[in-house]
C-alpha cells in the first residue's frame, strides 16, 4: 500500500470519527500539509493546492485547515502577530522559527526532558499540551 493511500485512510477514519465525510478538498489541502513539513500558512497550502483544484477558494482552504485541526490531524502553530501556521506532525516537538527567514523547523524533545518540564507545574495540576518555541536566526558568521 503507497503512503498516499495509507495517508488518505487514515484521514478519512479520523474524520468519520468526527462525524465528517472525507472529500477530495480535504485530501489534497492534507496531502500538501504531508509532502512538505515546512509550516505552510494557509496561503501558501492555497498556492500549493490550486493547481490541483483550479477552483478551490482560499476559504475553502481555511475550511479544510480548520477541520483537520478539530479532528487532531493537524496543529495550528501561531507566532506573534504572525499569520496562523500548520504542522503535521502531531508527537510532542518544540519549534524553532528563524527570525530572519521566516522558516519554521520542528526540534524533536527527548520524553525525559518533557517530564522535567511537565514537572515544574503547579502542585496538582497536569499540562494537556506543551508549546515550546525557539526564536533565533543563523549566527552572521556562519
Do not use: W
Not at 503507497?2 to 487514515?10: C, F, K, L, R, V
Not at 482560499?58 to 475550511?63: F, G, I, K
Not at 485547515?65 to 496543529?75: A, S
Not at 510532542?92 to 525525559?112: M, N, R, V, W
Request: glycine letters at 4%; proline letters at 7%; hydrophobic letters at 35%.
Amino acid at each position: 500500500m503507497s503512503t498516499h493511500a495509507i495517508h488518505s485512510d487514515a484521514l478519512a477514519q479520523k474524520l468519520a470519527d468526527s462525524g465528517l465525510r472525507n472529500t477530495p478538498q480535504r485530501e489534497v489541502v492534507y496531502d500538501a500539509l504531508l509532502k512538505k513539513r515546512d509550516h505552510p500558512t494557509a496561503d501558501e497550502v492555497f498556492a500549493r493546492v490550486k493547481p490541483q483544484l483550479p477552483g478551490i477558494s482560499l476559504a475553502t482552504v481555511y475550511n479544510c485547515l480548520e477541520t483537520l485541526t478539530q479532528c487532531d490531524l493537524v496543529r495550528a502553530v501561531n507566532f506573534e502577530r504572525g499569520p496562523t501556521r500548520y504542522c503535521p506532525n502531531l508527537h510532542q516537538h518544540a519549534h524553532f522559527h528563524d527570525e530572519t527567514t521566516g522558516a519554521t523547523h520542528d526540534i524533536e524533545l527527548p520524553a525525559a526532558l518533557i517530564a522535567k518540564i511537565k514537572s515544574v507545574l503547579p502542585p496538582g495540576y497536569k499540562a494537556d499540551a506543551l508549546e515550546i518555541t525557539f526564536r533565533g536566526k543563523l549566527p552572521a558568521s556562519r
